[in-house]
């Protein structure tokens, strides 16, 4: 029988890659997502098999999943634009701390459930250089990492709790079609499709390790079938870090045409970390996984793509 799985957020920038990814290996597809930030024509299922839920309402969770009756729940929904945390801490601890428990206990309610994973974040890191691996110590620096390795915690309470064989997935940058967050690519990306050649930035000088959301999806889709058992943390990077320059000078080479910089100060982050690399060891150790995308096949693909308006409240 095919594995019916749920994607939590399956309407947002990684989720519908995963669920377009999924849906090609002849998975059965559900999403559960209340379209704050993503959208439903991104969401890869028909209406019958969308869910248009908030997960902070708990009995609505419940039900939801229980009438899905999934072999494998990927809980991906969470607010993760760190300037919008950090402004709205509450909302950001309802959605992603309480939000993942409702997701877990209605997990915990269904029997049909035999596998969880859980989108965390290499925002869990603190600041550091050089590649993180898994059992660096954690210490997060903004409220969207704290309420992140809350859900960490919260996850391993629930594979201690129920025995199900819960993976704990630690995404570094995603990058690829369709971003419905205004991060550093998709801002590059907006400014040269609106034909600008002098690009407004932020803070140039961090470096971060950006990985493909094709190679993302392919990548939890390897640990899903790895026959894991406890609770399991990995990395989900590509394991090169790029610096804002180095991106700029990627959409250089694809269009051929040089881009000035100008910092736009209003966009400068005060609280910024300078390095966020993965090691991708055990990741490659227990899958057998590899990238498959550079930054340059990306970019290429980025520049032909129809732009997204931004949607949920960035502010
Ligand atoms: N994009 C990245 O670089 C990145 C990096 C690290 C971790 N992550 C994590 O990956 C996951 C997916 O992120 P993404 O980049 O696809 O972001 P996204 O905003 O595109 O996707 C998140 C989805 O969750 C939904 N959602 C938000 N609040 C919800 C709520 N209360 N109830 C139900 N659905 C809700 C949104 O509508 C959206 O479709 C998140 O857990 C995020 O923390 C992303």
């Keep these: 029988m095919a594995e019916r799985v749920l994607i939590t957020g399956g ?171 205004p991060h550093l690519i998709p801002e590059v990306q907006r400014q040269i499709r609106s034909g600008q050649r002098v690009l407004r930035l932020g803070n140039l000088e961090p470096k971060r390790d950006f990985i493909h959301t094709s190679d993302m999806a392919n990548a939890m889709e390897a640990l899903m079938s790895a026959g894991l058992r406890g609770l399991e943390v990995f990395n989900i990077g590509r394991g090169i870090e790029y610096s804002v320059l180095e991106i700029v000078q990627a959409f250089e080479r694809q269009l051929g045409e040089k881009l000035t910089i100008e910092v736009d100060p209003a966009r400068v982050r005060k609280v910024e970390r300078m390095h966020l690399l993965a090691d991708v060891a055990k990741l490659k150790r227990s899958t057998g996984w590899a990238p498959e995308w550079g930054i340059d096949e990306g970019v290429a693909t980025l520049l032909n793509e129809p732009l997204m308006e931004w949607k949920g409240m960035h502010a």
């Design 11 to 181: 309407a947002g920038f990684i989720g519908s890659a995963l669920g377009l990814h999924l849906r090609a290996k002849e998975k059965e597809i559900w999403v559960l997502d209340d379209l704050s930030f993503g959208r439903r024509e991104l969401a890869p299922v028909d209406d019958d098999r969308f869910l248009r839920i908030d997960i902070r309402d708990k009995q609505k969770v419940l039900d939801g999943i229980r009438r899905v009756a999934p072999t494998q729940v990927l809980h991906l929904a969470a607010i993760h634009f760190i300037p919008y945390c950090n402004a709205h801490p509450v909302e950001a601890a309802d959605i992603n701390i309480n939000g993942t428990i409702h997701v877990l206990d209605a997990c915990a309610a269904t029997s049909s459930v035999k596998q969880v994973f859980v989108a965390s974040t290499a925002a869990v890191y603190p600041v550091a250089e050089g590649p993180m691996a898994e059992d660096h110590p954690t210490g997060p620096v903004d409220i969207y990492g704290i309420t992140k390795l809350a859900a960490e915690r919260i996850a391993g309470e629930f594979c201690l709790r129920t025995g199900i064989p819960t993976i704990v997935g630690r995404f570094f940058n995603a990058f690829g079609p369709s971003e419905t967050n």
